[in-house]
């Protein structure tokens, strides 16, 4: 994990804003929905995206083991084993 050095406080609300300088680099826009990870003590933000973790597509969507996976890709790695 790579530190930022940025700091933020919780507001009474229970927020924290993200600095633009990190929105902007990982392309989140406002009104993005954002999951929630927690690994130990560590709380993790990632940018939701519901396609398919291998081709972009979001037709078709399964999620095996916590990865969005498309049924063409799908299709693909069963020829593939």
Known sequence: MKSTGIVRKVDELGRIVLPIELRRTLDIASRD???IY?????IILKKYQ??????DNAR??????GKNVCSDCIRMLEEKI
């Open 60 to 65: 078709d969507i399964v999620n095996y083991r």
């Open 33 to 35: 929905s954002m999951e």
């Open 50 to 55: 519901p396609a398919c973790i291998f081709c």
């Open 38 to 42: 927690i690994e130990g003590d560590t």
